[in-house]
């Protein structure tokens, strides 16, 4: 394993299972350390280092739940407790390197090319993902947008059918993002949406809550909740993913309105089928949604099976790689590194409950007709934090989610002290860092900075290996993302 690879999975590992945040006392109480008071405020309390990380062990859940619970939960696992996805014999077959991640045995890189050869492959050309971890969900109903409404704050409401937005769960009361989620809606009652694998058990439990009591003041009937753990989900990724992935779009009797991928945009999805490599239709319409997590255009692909189709994954992803000279399979590795450039948070890294979308910069997440306290629209988990935050940062915040580009030396790993550079205390912290590919080695990092040190160009220092490295304040991403829009 190259030391680039060595480094992304080290910073990877650590989501296999769900983390806390470090913790400190401050006034007799502990508090996490990305939200403690930090040195130099009113408390008076200056310099104080985090404890150590701790792992949280999640509790047992039974592998089918009842009432609110979701159907169809039916993970494959491994001899030793870790669970595979139905591309698991295709990785091995391609020489991948095999890794814990998020409770499942993934692919950190191939070795047809290394984890920096990866990265720039995407950047120059396409890459396929296996991003089958992921939990897929399907809500429908006259409920499912009521539900979503609150438990999100985005404006689902004025969506179309087949767009998406990138959203949070958000806790009752606290506002704290439960997790990030990329929500579509297929039509006015149907909503598609995909979670992070490392926060299943706890993403179950959160819904299950909301949905069982929406359902105790609206009827049974009122939402139906599913996993779809039938399905792949693959990521094709890069600047040649258009043209591979329209060259295998059925087109026979197929409305050429919709079969022109050049007409999706960002954000949008579709519902159709692949021509496969012997020429026949695939067994069933694949849902593509335009969207990634490498900022570069790309494409989402959600594979469904059934014990007709149970090779369809292998099927498309083989489809897919048949033009080696354009598309290779990419790991954690390259992933982790690509959505680092794009300033993409990783949950359990750079997000957690302890986070409001405001203090993690994404208060664009909610929607702009949802802002007003006085308005319905508005009653959403958390909305009497978080709109408070929206229109007073300055008085309310007392941290934001930054980039930092660091100067030459080793990299600012997770975890890392930021200092003043006035009087040498602490005024954050890192929760991502490496050094970027596409920039010529570049230390980069994402963190958590007290108040007024968060704007563009501030001056600040970290603490790398017990030496003291000059950052500044960067905004991100670092590259810029290369979404297909209109126009």
Not at 208 to 227: F, L, P, T
Request: some cysteine; aromatic content about 6%; overall charge positive.
């Amino acid at each position: 394993m190259s030391g680039a690879a060595r480094y992304s999975y080290r910073g990877l590992r650590s989501l296999s299972v769900t983390r806390q945040l470090p913790t400190a006392v401050v006034n007799g109480a502990q508090q996490p350390a990305l939200l403690r008071t930090l040195p130099g405020t009113v408390n008076g309390v200056r310099g104080i280092s985090s404890s150590p990380r701790q792992s949280v062990r999640r509790p047992s859940r039974p592998a089918c739940y009842t009432r609110g619970q979701p159907a169809s939960i039916r993970p494959a696992s491994s001899q030793s407790g870790l669970k595979k996805t139905q591309l698991y014999d295709l990785h091995v077959a391609h020489g991948a390197k095999m890794v814990p991640f998020a409770g499942y045995d993934m692919p950190l890189q191939y070795s047809d090319l290394s984890h920096l050869e990866s990265h720039h492959w995407t950047r120059e050309k396409a890459s396929l993902f296996d991003v089958s971890h992921m939990v897929q969900h399907r809500l429908t109903g006259p409920g499912a947008l009521p539900l979503l409404m609150k438990v999100t704050p985005s404006a689902l409401d004025t969506l179309g059918n087949n767009q998406s937005t990138l959203s949070c769960l958000l806790e009752d009361g606290t506002g704290g993002i439960v997790d990030d989620t990329v929500i579509t809606k297929l039509a006015p009652e149907s909503f598609y949406f995909v979670t992070n694998a490392g926060r299943r058990d706890e993403d179950l439990v959160f819904l299950s809550a909301e949905i069982d009591a929406y359902r105790k003041e609206h009827g049974a009937d009122s939402i139906q909740w599913e996993i779809l753990s039938d399905r792949a989900l693959v990521a094709l990724q890069g600047p040649l993913a258009a043209s591979v992935l329209q060259s295998f779009i059925y087109t026979e009797g197929e409305d050429p309105a919709l079969t022109d991928l050049n007409t999706l945009y960002f954000g949008q999805s579709r519902e159709l089928y692949l021509t496969l490599a012997d020429g026949s239709r695939s067994a069933h319409r694949l849902l593509i949604s335009r969207t990634g997590y490498t900022g570069e255009d790309g494409f989402e692909i959600s594979i469904p099976t059934t014990a007709n189709s149970a090779s369809l994954p292998a099927q498309v992803t083989e489809l897919l790689l048949s033009q080696p000279d354009k598309v290779r399979l990419a790991g954690l590795a390259a992933r982790d590194s690509l959505r680092l450039e794009a300033g993409m948070c990783l949950y359990g890294h750079d997000l957690s409950t302890a986070q409001t979308p405001p203090t993690a910069a994404l208060g664009w997440v909610v929607g702009r007709n949802r802002r007003d306290a006085e308005s319905p629209s508005s009653h959403f988990n958390g909305a009497s934090v978080i709109l408070p935050q929206l229109a007073s940062p300055g008085k309310t915040l007392s941290q934001r989610r930054i980039g930092l580009t660091i100067e030459k030396g080793s990299p600012a790993r997770e975890g890392a002290v930021i200092i003043d550079p006035a009087d040498k205390t602490q005024i954050g912290v890192v929760t991502s860092g490496l050094p970027s590919p596409s920039l010529g080695g570049t230390n980069i990092a994402m963190a958590y900075i007290k108040q007024g040190f968060h704007k563009k160009g501030t001056e600040v220092e970290v603490l790398v290996r017990n030496k003291v490295r000059k950052a500044t304040v960067t905004p991100m991403p670092w590259v810029a993302s290369k979404f297909h829009r209109p126009g």
